[in-house]
C-alpha cells in the first residue's frame, strides 16, 4: 500500500515530490492493458510503451519521469482549454445556458445523447457540447477562431504550441460523424455558423502537439487561479477556472466520470491520444502520456499513475483529516 498524505495547501517538500513522481512511473508501466486508437490512422502507428507521467506546482516547480518531452496530439483535453477560453470570453450564464454542464451517461460521440435532450449538447466535454463550443469562440472567421485556439491553448502551456498536420489531415479524412453531429446540432439552432467550417476548426484544436509537461503547466494554470506558473502570465480568470474544473470532475473521463471522481478525487481531462491533465486546486496540475487506451477512450497507465500521485501526494478533493487542535465555538459535551 502507498503511503498517503492528506493536504490542505502544499505539496511534500521537492525531492519527496520527485520520489513519489518516480514511484507513481514505476508502479503504472507494469502494465500493457488496453490498445492505442486504431481508428484514426495516424494514432494507430504510435509506439504503446511511451509513458511518462509530470507534475507541474504552481510556485512553477516541474517534476517528470519518463517520456515527459515527447509530442503528441492533445486531443479531446483541449475541450477543457477551450472552454475556458470561451467562458472568459463569453461569461459564465451564457456558456452555461447554450452548453451545459451536465453528464450524458453515453458516449463522447454519442448522437443519441443529442436527440433524447432535444438538441441540448448537455456539456463541453463530449464531442456535441465540445464542437458546440468551439462556435461561440469569438472571431469574425474560422481562421480567426482558429488562431485564437492556438494562442489561447500556447498561453496555457507556457510555449508555442504547433499544429499535427499528419495528424490533422488523418481526422478530417475520418471525422465524418463530427460532421454529421455538426449537422444535427445546426438543426436544433445550436449552432449558427457553417457547421463544417466549426468541425474544422475543432478538428485543427484536437490536433495540437503537447507533451505531459506541457499537460501539467496547463492544469497547473488552472490550479493556480489562471496564471502560467512558468510564464507568470494570466491566462483566465479564477472564476473560469472554477467553472471548468467543476465541468471536468463532473464530466472530464466521460462515462467513467464518476468512477474516475470516486478512485482518484481530482478534475481530469483525457484523450485519445493518450494524454490524461489532472488538477489539484491550489496546489498542482498532472499530465500523463500512454497510448494504451481503456474501452472509455481513456489512457490506462495514466489513469493508474494519477491515482497513485493522487493519494500519495494527498491531492484528493474530497480527502481530509480529523481537526486535532482543540475546535473553539463547538457544541458542549
Known sequence: ?????????????????????????????????????????ALAQVDPELFG???????????GVGDVGVEFSIQSISKAFVYALVCQALGHDAVAERIGVNNTGLAFD????????????????????????????PGGSAGEQWEAIRAGLSAFAGRPLELDSAVYRSEAATN????????????????EADPLEVVDV??????????ATDLAVMGSTLADGGVNPISGKRVVSATVCRDTLAVLAANGLYQRSGEWLFDIGLPGKSGVAGGIVAVSPGKAGIGTFSPRLDPAGNSVRGKLATAHLSRALGLNIFASDAVTEPRSGGRAP
Open 1 to 41: 500500500m502507498v503511503e498517503q498524505h492528506t493536504c490542505t495547501g502544499v505539496l511534500p517538500g521537492w525531492e519527496q515530490v520527485d520520489r513519489l513522481v518516480a514511484d507513481a512511473y514505476e508502479y503504472a508501466r507494469g502494465s500493457a492493458d488496453g490498445a492505442v486508437a486504431d481508428y484514426i490512422p
Open 53 to 63: 507521467v509530470a507534475v507541474a506546482e504552481v510556485d512553477g516547480g516541474l517534476h
Open 110 to 137: 454519442s448522437v443519441i445523447a443529442i436527440e433524447l435532450n432535444d438538441g441540448h449538447p448537455m456539456n463541453p466535454m463530449v464531442n456535441a457540447g465540445a464542437i458546440a463550443t468551439t462556435a461561440l469562440l
Open 176 to 191: 465524418q460523424r463530427n460532421r454529421a453531429i455538426a449537422r444535427l446540432l445546426e438543426s436544433y439552432g445550436r449552432i
Open 202 to 211: 475543432y478538428t485543427r484544436q484536437c490536433a495540437l502537439r503537447v507533451t
